[in-house]
């Protein structure tokens, strides 16, 4: 089996524009975010391995906040398909994204209500 490298952003908070209910529309909702990307592995990593050898890991937070930009989302699931996009789009070495949200307006007892995308480069 081959190597394996994953960043993660786990429990990431943002406020984003979306829904399509009438009481979701006109204003942002907090959404959580975990986004996990395999990379392709390096064989080995030296104690001096510069940077530019992984991907920074801000990525990850920056494609979940700034990167969504003030557009209206309908769909949580087109949220999870623009990051899933813009990680893609960033860095080669990207080969999978997984994205999971959760709709922290809808829990009433801290359930977790939301969707997991997986996606694979295309």
């Known amino acids: 089996m081959a190597d394996s490298l994953y960043l993660e952003l786990v429990d990431f908070e943002h406020m984003v524009h979306t829904g399509i209910y009438s009481e979701e529309t006109g204003k942002p909702q907090p959404l959580r975010f975990t986004v ?21 890991y801000m990525d990850l937070k920056f494609a979940c906040s700034e990167g969504l930009g003030d557009r ?46 997986t996606r694979e480069r295309p």
């Open 72 to 117: 209206h989302y309908k769909l949580i699931e087109s949220v999870a398909d623009h990051i899933c996009e813009t990680l893609f789009l960033q860095d080669e070495r990207v080969e999978e994204v997984q994205v999971k949200i959760v709709k922290l307006a809808l829990s009433e007892a801290n359930e977790q209500i939301g969707i997991t995308l």
């Open 36 to 56: 996990r990307a395999r990379l392709k592995a390096k064989q080995f990593y030296e104690a001096e391995t510069p940077l530019e050898e992984s991907k920074n």
